[in-house]
Nanobody, 128 residues
């Protein structure tokens, strides 16, 4: 099993930046593709970004493309979501997730049910 712990959320002004981290337990971190999803109040959880096992392939939602960057450090069992040019509509709880199958397509990355493990989430609030 994999346990995921997110950190780095907080309150930031529009146009600002935050970096979220997701630390994973276990020795097989590199066996998992990783994703980030977010959920705003009253809305469904939505895909944000994903990264393949090796880190060589990344996938982004159109709403964050060009502003967010997803990286992973397999030696540290951690993924990082760098978020720049934040907008009030980015306000949500952000969840890290692990997929035991590798991700090779955006359509696969977006499927919530593909992910086997989830973190508890971290709140990101962007003020206007």
């Amino acid at each position: 099993q994999v346990q995921l712990v997110e950190s780095g959320g907080g309150l930031v002004q529009a146009g600002g930046s935050l970096t979220l981290s997701c630390a994973a337990s276990g020795r097989t971190f590199s066996s998992y593709a990783m994703g980030w999803f977010r959920q705003a109040p009253g809305k469904e959880r939505e895909f944000v970004a994903a990264i393949s096992r090796s880190g060589g392939d990344t996938y982004y939602a159109d709403s964050v493309k060009g502003r967010f960057t997803l990286l992973r450090d397999n030696a540290k069992n951690t993924v990082f979501l760098q978020m720049n040019s934040l907008k009030p509509e980015d306000t949500a709880v952000y969840y890290c997730a692990a997929d035991s199958s590798d991700i090779r397509r955006l359509t696969t990355a977006r499927r919530i049910y593909n992910y086997d493990y989830w973190g508890q989430g971290t709140q990101v609030t962007v003020s206007s």
